[in-house]
T-cell receptor, first 112, second 110 residues
């Protein structure tokens, strides 16, 4: 158990819908990262937050957005969902940027 | 971030040491070598990391060559539960992201 929690574990929804994935970092960690793992793309970095501020962006679609709240939990919002958004979404946290990242168990999203 | 090269798969007998190689010939001075593993579809699990010196923890040992162009992760006594995809990642100090390649599928067999 890494100490990073993610909810929900599984999510099934329809195309065009919007969902919110939630991540609680390890106690004391200020930095949160989001990754997407699909069958054809592997594990890809989406976005990073540090102490409430966006710090780095990766291959994140415009339909996706994220934020980190004052209590340091983070949410990833996925809208106008397409079949290709079906994937595992992982959150990771680290004490500070650049330090070892610890991953949560992931949210499995299925878009039908 | 420097690119890494790993063999696509390896087999290891249960109870024996598993030695997983990684090539990172373009690594620069401020880049660390990280190892993670992913068991089935679980979240990647941190194993170990190092800069120059060899490192050991309760899970594994990391041997980095003197020129830092390659490294080996050693699981001293592999068990069936060590069957996973192992990722070797090079990441800058104060970096923002981990860049995952295809990794090495390690199959531990009884």
């Amino acid at each position: 158990d890494s100490g990073v929690t993610q909810t929900p574990k599984h999510l099934i929804t329809a195309t065009g819908q919007r969902v919110t994935l939630r991540c609680s970092p390890r106690s004391g960690d200020l930095s949160v990262y989001w990754y997407q793992q699909s069958l054809d793309q592997g594990l890809q970095f989406l976005i990073q937050y540090y102490n409430g501020e966006e710090r780095a962006k990766g291959n994140i679609l415009e339909r996706f957005s994220a934020q980190q709240f004052p209590d340091l939990h983070s949410e990833l919002n996925l809208s106008s969902l397409e079949l290709g958004d079906s994937a595992l979404y992982f959150c990771a946290s680290s004490p500070n940027p650049g330090e070892t990242q610890y991953f949560g168990p992931g949210t499995r999203l299925l878009v039908l | 971030d420097a690119k890494t090269t790993q063999p696509p798969s390896m087999d290891c007998a249960e109870g024996r040491a598993a030695n997983l190689p990684c090539n990172h010939s373009t690594i620069s001075g401020n880049e660390y070598v990280y190892w993670y593993r992913q068991i089935h579809s679980q979240g990647p699990q941190y194993i170990i990391h190092g800069l120059k010196n060899n490192e050991t923890n309760e899970m594994a040992s990391l041997i980095i060559t003197e020129d830092r162009k390659s490294s080996t992760l050693i699981l001293p006594h592999a068990t069936l539960r060590d069957t996973a995809v192992y990722y070797c990642i090079v990441s800058k100090e104060y970096g923002n992201k981990l860049v995952f390649g295809a990794g090495t599928i390690l199959r531990v067999k009884s």
